[in-house]
């Protein structure tokens, strides 16, 4: 496919893609909820919960494919009961949505990462998964890659996770719905920390997470104008549908082991208290 390409039009639609670094928040986003707390400087986002508000920023364009990667570094200390998130959902009850969900904790005990994949308006796709690393004392890269086979959800560039393309199953898959990418902070002592146990210790607010250096290259869909399919359809020929990225390499594939053996603390494809019938796509 690509590689058949004479060279100049291979560069030319590079040129269509979108690499943004280091800019300022409003080059790509504007808030979510909860303005008065977002604090920006630079390519530095700061969210902040406290008793009255959480907060949320969203990209003012919206993505079909690519990768999106976003530096962050969580709230520190006592971060039980919050919940960070960093994002892309559609719009609408039949949305799509691929979650980073980072559920805060009591001083000294682990973080855990969440996601979750929603099609078509349904989720209840979770992973939980702890960390190599302590996730409150320097910023690391959190990256979705997702083209037409798979979405592969990245720490550092060591994947996490994978959904894979099972359409062949009867299992729906993300592949129409341009996705905006968000951040977000906020209170989810209900559920969040040690089963909810663990509820928010509001004299420790604001719990404050911060965001930066957010890069972006994917097939970019501006609100109005655009139609997806001849924006962003197979017939165009984007570097995420390249054959050596329909799946892992083996060393990603090593790794995203390395992840499970040792971080994955749930899964909901094993979860047979939970479903009576397992999940379509967890069957292989
Ligand atoms: C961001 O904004 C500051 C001032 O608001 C400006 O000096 C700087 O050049 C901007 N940076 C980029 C990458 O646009
Ligand atoms: C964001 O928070 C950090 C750490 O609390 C602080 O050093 C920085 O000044 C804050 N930036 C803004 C723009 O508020
Ligand atoms: C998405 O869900 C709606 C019902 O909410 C259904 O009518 C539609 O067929 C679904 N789409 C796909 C691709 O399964
Ligand atoms: C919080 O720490 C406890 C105790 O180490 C652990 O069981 C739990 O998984 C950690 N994470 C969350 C989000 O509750
Ligand atoms: C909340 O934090 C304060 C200050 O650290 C502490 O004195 C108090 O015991 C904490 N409350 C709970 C319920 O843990």
């Given amino acids: 496919m690509a590689q058949q390409c004479p060279l100049t039009f291979v560069m030319s639609l590079a040129m269509l893609l979108n690499v943004a670094f280091s800019a300022n928040f409003s080059d790509f986003f504007q808030p ?62 039949n949305h799509d949505e691929l979650d980073f969900e980072f559920l805060g904790n009591v001083s000294g005990e682990p973080y855990l990462v969440q996601t979750n994949v929603y099609v078509n308006g349904s989720g209840n796709r979770e992973q939980r998964h702890s960390l190599w690393f302590d996730p409150t004392l320097d910023f690391h890269t959190y990256s979705l890659f997702w083209n037409r086979r798979y979405i592969v959800f990245l720490v550092d560039g060591i994947p996490m996770r994978v959904f894979a393309n099972k359409e062949e199953n009867g299992v729906v898959y993300p592949k129409s719905q341009a996705m905006s990418i968000r951040g977000s902070v906020w209170n989810a002592d209900d559920w969040a920390t040690q089963g909810g146990r663990v509820r ?29 399919e001849a924006k962003c359809g197979v017939s165009r020929q984007f570097w995420w549908d390249k ?9 990603q594939s090593h790794q995203l082991k390395w992840v499970r053996r040792k971080h994955l ?14 999940p379509r796509e967890c069957i292989n």
């Avoid at 979510?32 to 508000?53: F, M, Q």
């Avoid at 604001?206 to 139609?227: G, M, N, Y």
């Fill in 265 to 278: 603390v749930y899964d909901y494809c094993k979860d047979v208290a939970r479903f009576t019938e397992l």
């Fill in 243 to 251: 054959p050596s990225l329909r799946e892992l390499n083996r060393h």
């Fill in 200 to 228: 928010t210790n509001w004299s420790h607010s604001p719990f404050v997470s911060t965001f930066r250096s957010f890069e972006i290259d994917a097939c970019e869909l501006s609100p109005e104008t655009d139609d997806v």
């Fill in 32 to 93: 979510l909820w909860a303005p008065d707390h977002i604090a920006t400087e630079g390519d530095h986002i700061n969210l902040s919960l406290d008793t009255v508000s959480g907060c949320g920023f969203e990209s003012r364009s919206k993505y079909l494919f690519g990768k999106a990667s976003m530096q962050i570094k969580l709230v520190e200390g006592d971060s039980a009961g919050t919940v960070t998130a960093f994002y892309m959902s559609s719009e609408g009850p």
